[in-house]
């Protein structure tokens, strides 16, 4: 089988020999920036009937952190104040722009003002609580972004197990600026479930938020989209842990957890310890697995988040050890045969290298690059051990789905240089008749990334993990077509399908079921690709919840 298959440097070929990219949907999807009013499901001012365990302001504006040697880096951070409840519970990543981290146990309240203070009037904002269960209000829906000198008040009680969930902006358009610039933060919610576990606390209870990032030569983050990173996605030169470029962690002879998060916009990662350890998994998005699983790598999405068990009390101490993402084809569809000169089925080599986003150094979508260095420096007692099992999850059953038969499509597709949902790019206030979901159903949802036959670019399609706004679902099963199997043999053992997930990846060719409860809460939500330049370019659609 020989496709024709449009590569970042052929499609920069035929941009170069016209104009026909020029003036299309990707400049109409900039336009729908910053809308600057709030839209019908604003709340923007604090509830006086509302008790919150836990408020705290939240305040977006710019700041300047020593990243490299020589010049320092601009940075927007999202600065914490705590107005009620234990300030303990705002926490800064040690060392770090990211964050803060916010805990909250299940069934606090919380109240959350956001405060716009961003340098620039055209950055209007709004936060996400990513996989949190909150009411349409509480959401951020990007209708409902606020300018520059403006404030959003979010009042929400935690509903969700415990877990780790974030927190980014998410005004339609320039989410990709404002995450790069480094806006985004961890929410961990606590619960009796997770005490009972007797998991690592403290010092040995560690965020490991996994971005990339380019600089330019004054040591400032480089994101300026052109036609075709808006289209495949911003890739950066080197990887970032917790903010930090080249982060070691200095660690004792214990166990420690870790949560990950792909906090990048667009880059997939393959992840693997170096020394060929599987990895013990004990978490995914929405909270504890049952028990824990062992995997040789884990795929980690942009938005995803796993749980891992380090168990560092056997090594000596001098040890290193490297979180790795390993090389991965097919995220960008296939290679070509002859695109690269013989490189077919390294699907990777297509992406990067030919200056997107000034970024001709960064690694191709499934390179092998180094995440995280942990050195063992210190020897100390443990008496922790690995449960063997934790709580029961409540499962979904496919029978009481109301729709069993007939699963609600998310078809991705890419039409007329745009990728799509069901057909249709981003429309802000308007939800299509087969977009509403009755409220207190379960229903079976059917993401399908088709290939886009007769498409110039990228006609087998990429690599898309799917987020739904408004809680978590649970996936129940995956195919894929025959003549993309090559790409996703390589990945599909690193799914962590086991539990609570409101983020998936979707490969080229692959369908993925699941079902999700759309319980306490009517309004509008969204659903959307978290590759963020294609969520900002229109691959998110709305969906309402109905009584
Ligand atoms: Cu983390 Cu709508 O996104
Ligand atoms: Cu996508």
Redesign the pocket.
């Known amino acids: 089988m020989r496709q024709r298959m449009i590569t970042r440097r052929a499609l920069l070929r035929v941009a170069g020999a016209g104009s026909l990219l020029l003036g299309g949907s990707l400049v109409g999807a900039c336009a729908a920036t910053a809308r600057p009013t709030a839209g019908a499901t604003a709340q923007p001012v604090a509830n006086p009937a509302f008790s919150p365990d836990l408020a705290i302001t939240l305040r977006a504006a710019p700041s300047e952190v020593q990243l490299l040697p020589g010049a320092k880096t601009t940075v927007w951070t999202y600065q914490a104040q705590v107005n009620t409840g234990d300030p303990a519970l705002v926490q800064a990543i040690p060392g770090s722009y990211l964050g803060p981290i916010i805990r909250a146990r299940t069934g606090q309240k919380v109240r959350v003002t956001f405060e716009n203070n961003l340098p620039d009037p055209s950055q209007a904002s709004i936060i996400h609580w990513h996989g949190l269960h909150t009411p349409a209000a509480a959401d951020g829906h990007t209708s409902a972004v606020v300018r520059p000198g403006e404030r959003y008040v979010y009042e929400f009680t935690v509903t969700d197990r415990a877990g780790t969930y974030w927190f980014h902006p998410h005004p339609h358009g320039t989410i990709g600026k404002q995450v790069i610039m480094g806006l985004a933060g961890l929410f961990l919610v606590s619960d009796a479930e997770e005490e009972a576990a007797g998991l690592p606390t403290g010092a040995y209870d560690l965020p490991v938020v996994i971005q990339d990032r380019s600089f330019d030569d004054q040591n400032q983050f480089v994101y300026e989209p052109d036609m075709m990173s808006q289209m495949m ?1 911003f890739l950066g030169e080197r990887i970032l842990v917790n903010g930090t470029p080249d982060l070691t962690l200095d660690l004792a002879t214990r166990t420690y957890r870790l949560r990950l998060l792909n906090g990048s916009n667009s880059r997939i990662y393959k992840l693997a310890w170096d020394t060929g350890t599987p990895l013990t998994v004990i978490g995914s998005d929405g909270g504890l697995l049952e028990a824990p699983i062992t995997r040789p790598f884990v795929m980690l999405a942009p938005g995803e988040r796993i749980e891992l068990w380090a168990d560092l009390r056997d090594l000596p101490v001098g040890t290193r050890l490297t979180l790795v993402s390993q090389a991965f084809a097919g995220g960008e569809g296939v290679e070509a045969e002859g695109e690269t000169g013989g490189m077919g089925g390294m699907g990777g080599m297509q992406h990067g290298g030919m200056g997107g986003m000034g970024n001709g150094n960064a690694p191709a979508l499934g390179a092998a690059i180094d995440i995280l260095r942990i050195r063992v420096a210190r020897q100390e007692p443990e008496t922790l051990t690995l449960p063997s099992t934790f709580a029961p999850l409540q499962r979904h059953r496919l029978e009481d789905a109301v729709n069993r038969d007939t699963p609600r499509p998310v078809a ?1 597709s890419l039409r007329g240089m745009e ?1 799509r949902i069901n057909g249709k790019t981003f429309e802000m206030d308007v939800v299509a008749p087969e977009e509403i979901v009755k409220l207190n159903t379960l229903e079976l949802w059917e993401i399908i990334n088709e290939t886009n036959p007769g498409e110039m670019m990228d006609p087998m399609g ?4 799917i987020h739904i706004h408004g809680g978590q679902f649970q996936v129940i099963g995956r195919e894929v077509l025959p003549e993309l199997r090559a790409g996703w043999e390589g990945v599909k053992d690193g799914y962590v399908d086991e539990g609570w997930k409101d983020t998936v990846l979707v490969m080229p060719g692959e369908r993925v079921k699941l079902l999700m409860a759309f319980r306490d809460y009517p309004g509008t939500y969204v659903y959307h ?3 963020i330049e ?2 900002d370019a229109g ?1 998110m659609r709305n969906y309402r919840v109905e009584a």
């Open positions: 996605g991705l990728w990429m690599a898309h993990p690709c978290h590759n294609h969520e691959m």
